[in-house]
């Protein structure tokens, strides 16, 4: 099964930064983790959850969303299973948890989120 786990969350202040890891984990002997396209998405208090950024299975390709543009960086160590969001100028919207999603096919793998707060 994959396991996808989220860190780096923390209290930042506005205009700071924080780097969030998405360390994939696999039972099986096989390495897969290049199979996966990576999202992260965020969730605000009371909020639904809203894609933040994506990356393709060899990082061909990145998207975001307009409020991040320019701000966050998504990136991936295919190696050591690991993916990342390296968040710049971090404003109180930004505030909630983010969530780390592994897919592949019909199969999505959704991590726990890790909490992220901006204060101003």
């Known amino acids: 099964q994959v396991q996808p786990v989220e860190s780096g969350g923390g209290l930042v202040q506005a205009g700071g930064s924080l780097r969030l890891s998405c360390a994939v984990s696999?039972?099986?002997?096989?390495?897969?983790?290049?199979?996966?396209?990576l999202e992260w998405y965020h969730q605000a208090p009371g909020k639904r959850r809203e894609f933040v950024a994506s990356?393709?299975?060899?990082?061909?390709?990145?998207e975001y969303a307009d409020s991040v543009k320019g701000r966050f960086t998504i990136s991936r160590d295919n190696a050591m299973n690991i993916g990342y969001l390296q968040m710049n100028l971090l404003q109180p919207d930004d505030s909630g948890v983010y969530y780390c999603?592994?897919?592949?096919?019909?199969?999505?793998?959704w991590g726990q989120g890790t909490q992220v707060t901006v204060s101003s």
């Open positions: 696999e039972r099986s002997s096989e390495r897969t983790f290049t199979k996966y396209d």
């Open positions: 999603n592994a897919r592949y096919g019909p199969n999505n793998y």
């Open positions: 990356i393709t299975r060899t990082a061909r390709t990145t």
